[in-house]
């Protein structure tokens, strides 16, 4: 005769569900339509009259996806899991409703640790065969990467969070005591911590390198041109680079890199890194992004960041614990090069060639100053809102050009209602995403009126009795 199963554990998390009502702003009426709960059963949950239920924890993490942990139980992690993978349009064919997930979390949690640890294998299979397509399609010979392409990738491996480092330099942001970090608190550190003077370089602005060390005399110059924000960035970027060495040393030596000059690209991009968690301390800066709904220009004015500085570090949030929203985040030249690129969502970059010309980034370079939104989908059925703004670096000077691109980030539709620029999109409508792929070789659209190229795994018909806007169709 088999033992009974074991009685399920009644959850009560009053204080927590409060403390989530209330960080969120929202009265008990208002909190309670938002659950599809009655005010009074709402209370009652608030003051442990009555335990969590799997259809409210469900109902919360629904809500609330990014806050909700049902008071830290193993099988809220389960279930967040769980719904993250049958997300993907993979299942679309799948019904499961909240309740059923609750009880597969809680009562198989090692079945679902399982099936989560399988479709992320399955995922970075799919990832690889991409990058294997794509290098093929464009004749990229012998698979080797380059030093800067070895750095993107660990980037994108390390889930562009680098934990140790993050950590080092928001203790370090503590120790500074401000926000924003002021010009004259940095310099008065690397003098006071290191002996380093800071200069202006050069007679005229716009001439020679941005930035130049000379560690024998203790010296940093600085351009003269450049804009504040930036001249900010470098002299946090040269705190963390002597405060923080050791620390940046250990991550470094940790990567398998293939040359010396993968090793020195990573070294400053881990510093790079080290500077944005500095000038932006991870527990504060997420905070203050979930409060103001990720409004990039009021994230810049509070910590004293450039617009590109605060949409990269919201790419970063990927603390294990406290998470921020899963964003995609890049740069993209004139030309349409990638030049930054990151994405914590399902939404992946092509690695070789431009971006689909759908896409709204590429409208942006060309309209400086203004911020354009699209809703899009891509060819596997997931919807995301971006926000992408074109910029311009000043030179200083006539004769040196300006850099001019835009930046772009962007989230999975779940999670719109934390993104203000997703505010007025009309995100139910079935017509209304704009039909985006990854690249033009890897896109299986058949009646893409941009498309640049036919995909690379498909076979053409031309038929010279009958023109369209691409002279073949798709066999």
Known sequence: MSSPAPPRRRLFAGPQLRALRRRHALGQAAMAQRLRLSVSYLSQLENDDRPITPAVSEALATAFPLDWDAGGIDAATSLAGL??????PLFANLSAEGSSLSRAAEQQP???ERLVRLHGAYRRSEEQRLIADEAMADGVAGGGRLPWEEVRDWFHDAGNYIDPID???EALAADLDAEPIPDGLLTHW???THDIDVVASGSEAGQGPLRRFDPARGLLALDRAMPPQTRRFFLAYQLVLLSLADVIAEVGNGAETRSEETRRLLSIGLANYAAGALLMPYARFR??????RHDIDRLCQRFGVSFEQACHRLSTLQRPGARGIP???CRVD????????HSATRLRFAR???ACPLWIVHEAVAIPDRILVQLAETPDGVRYVSMAKGLVKPSGSYTRMARRYAVALGCEVEHARDFIYADGLDLASAGAPTPIGISCRLCPRPDCDQRAFPPADRAIVVDQDVRDVVPYRLR
């Open 190 to 192: 690397l003098k006071a």
């Open 167 to 169: 950590r080092a330099a």
């Open 83 to 88: 719904r993250e993978v049958l997300a993907d």
């Open 334 to 341: 004139m030309a349409g090069n990638i030049t930054k690129r």
């Open 287 to 292: 905070e203050s992004a979930r409060t103001c």
């Open 352 to 354: 070789f060639g431009g």
């Open 327 to 329: 964003f995609f985040f």
């Open 110 to 112: 090692a079945l679902v």
